[in-house]
Structure formats: structure tokens, C-alpha cells
């Protein structure tokens, strides 16, 4: 599970811990909860470093395993991840989404009702951040819901370090989720976090995005509702701006597989990716790897003719070619 985003931004170092919980209350009162932490890091020339781990598990209360690391140089683009099990480093350029392509005229469902609120200032591990509500509420049918159904997220965000401290969100059909900043370090955290260790295979792979709008040949159709269709009726474009690329799965990669994978991406009016399906691909657990680490991007979300945020819908092309 991964925690914050971090922005690659220079002159701003920190290290920290992200402490992630997930809580979900089923009908019978059964509370499920997991929890986790990462650690995180950026340094003065605004390299950063991110990591994923399993959940804790609390009959044991073990320390989880470290499943991923995750580096990004924005003077070099390159973004690399560590696989701390195998010794395996895979390293590409970030992808830049290309060209929109145009869709033909669709008519657009009625969308989420969007709510968005300052509620304050607070002060988190000594720093100042400014409180945002975001409630979405999704009327009766939309999702499949017999009433209507509010998701409600809330971002606590630090100017001082451009990053949000605490974020919250509740929905009704997850649970609660939240990500917190703690043990904050304002220095420059050791070069080493950010280099790939010795003993490391460092393999480099070349990944390529490509942003398209409507749908592909022959799956042309109706819209859930509540979702519009990005560059249709005068609703702009979602703007990826975190969007690492995926790995290659093993499996692809000994049968030497290359190719591309079409996603149908539901982007929320967060920015968050609310739901990917792969449409087409070549095989070989490469779907599975573009899903996985779509649903991890961030978008400024598209707009509405008034100028709204709007969930909407969008395709999106991962090329994967063998370096």
C-alpha cells in the first residue's frame, strides 16, 4: 500500500513516516481494520522516494514487509523501482501522455453533486495546513445505489512542504481510509535513500502513455451515469500529473512479450482514479500491471462547461517495449 504523493520539488527536503488505516465496519458490526507505514523522503534537488508495504499483521504484530520502493530523479526522469525480495531494479523515463485524440458526440449523464469546502487551519507535526472537504454525492441509481450515496475526502496540506499531511476518506462502500504524516524530519535525509543499492540487477525498460478520449472501435456506448466523457459537451480533459509507469510482469518478460494495453479510466472529481479496466492487451499479466499502477495516479480533474470539477471517463494507452 502506498502512502502521500510527493511532488518533485527542490529546496524542500524532509524525511517522514506515512502511516496508512483502513477501516470497514460490515453489516453484522464486524470492524475490519489494516494498517501499515512507508517511508518517505525528499531531498534539496527534489528527488523522491516512496515505498510499499503489506499490511501489518496485528495477531502478530510483526513488522510488514517491504514489497516495493519507488525513486524518481526529475534532473535524469528517470523513475525506478526496487524489489527488495528479488533484487530486481527496473528503471525507465516518466511517460508523458500524448495527444487527445477526438470522440465523437456523446450525451452527458447526470454527474456527482460536488461540494467543495475550506474548513480551517490546523497545525500537524509543527507545521501550518489548510483543510479541504471534498463531498461528492452520487444520487439514487448512478452506482447501483437504492439512495443517494456521499463520498466524502478531506486533505490537510502543508504549503511549507507542498504535500498533504492527512488525508481522509470515507466511503460508504470501502470503509475509512486515512494517511498520516508523522515523525518529520525537516534535512537533507542521506543520498543513499535514493540510489539503487548495491547487489541490485538494475534493469531498464522503456514504457510509453498515450491519453486518448471516447472509445475504441466497436465498444462505443451508454455512459454510467454520473460520469461525462472528457473533451464531450464542453468537459475538458483530465491532466495526469503523478503518473508512474508500470512495471513488466515476469511472466511478460521471459516470454520477451512487447505491446500495448488500452484502459477505460473512470478519473473522480478528486483526481483519483475511481475505476480501470483493461480493454485490450497483448497478455501475459501486462493488463494486471497497467491497472495496478494506474489506480495509484493523480489527475487534475477534468472540468464541466461551468467550470466544475466532473468525474468522467477517459482512455488511456500503456506501451510496454523491452529496453
Known amino acids: 500500500m502506498y502512502g502521500e ?4 520539488v527542490p529546496g524542500l527536503p524532509f ?3 506515512a502511516e496508512l488505516e483502513s477501516a470497514n465496519q460490515l453489516q453484522n458490526g464486524t470492524l475490519i481494520t489494516h494498517k501499515t507505514y512507508n517511508l518517505i523522503a525528499r531531498d534539496g534537488q527534489g528527488r523522491t522516494r516512496n515505498e510499499a508495504r503489506n499490511w501489518i499483521d496485528l495477531t502478530t504484530g510483526a513488522e510488514p514487509r517491504l514489497t516495493r520502493v519507488e525513486l524518481y530523479d526529475p534532473a535524469t526522469h528517470f523513475r525506478t523501482n526496487l524489489y527488495p525480495l528479488t533484487k530486481i531494479a527496473r528503471q525507465w523515463p ?5 495527444p487527445v485524440a477526438a470522440a465523437s458526440p456523446q450525451s452527458t449523464p447526470a454527474k456527482p453533486e460536488t461540494l467543495r469546502e475550506e474548513i480551517g487551519r490546523d497545525t500537524i507535526e509543527g507545521l501550518s495546513v489548510r483543510g479541504v472537504r471534498v463531498s461528492q454525492t452520487y444520487p439514487t441509481g448512478s452506482l447501483g445505489n437504492d439512495r443517494p450515496l456521499t463520498i466524502v475526502t478531506e486533505y490537510w496540506y502543508s504549503e511549507a512542504l507542498k504535500i498533504n499531511l492527512l488525508t481522509r476518506r470515507v466511503d460508504p462502500r470501502y470503509g475509512d481510509r486515512t494517511v498520516r504524516v508523522t515523525e518529520l524530519v525537516r534535512q537533507e535525509p542521506d543520498a543513499a535513500l535514493f540510489a539503487v543499492p548495491e547487489g541490485y540487477k538494475l534493469l531498464k525498460e522503456t514504457v510509453q502513455q498515450t491519453q486518448s478520449a471516447g472509445s475504441p472501435a466497436g465498444t462505443a456506448g451508454p455512459l454510467p451515469a454520473g460520469i461525462a466523457r472528457a473533451g464531450v459537451g464542453g468537459v475538458t480533459q483530465p491532466r495526469c500529473t503523478y503518473c508512474p509507469n508500470p ?6 518478460r521471459a516470454a520477451r512479450v512487447q505491446g500495448s494495453v488500452i484502459l477505460s479510466v473512470v478519473v473522480g472529481s478528486t483526481g483519483q482514479v475511481e475505476k480501470a479496466v483493461a480493454l485490450r492487451g497483448p497478455g501475459h499479466g501486462l493488463e494486471q500491471q497497467a491497472i495496478e499502477a494506474i489506480q495509484g495516479w493523480r489527475f487534475t480533474p477534468a472540468a464541466g462547461p461551468d467550470g466544475k470539477p466532473v468525474a468522467c471517463i477517459v482512455n488511456i494507452e500503456v506501451t510496454f517495449r523491452l529496453g
Open 5 to 8: 504523493h510527493i511532488p518533485a
Open 15 to 17: 524525511s517522514a513516516k
Open 94 to 98: 516518466l511517460g508523458t501522455p500524448g
Open 247 to 252: 512495471s513488466y510482469s515476469e511472466e511478460a
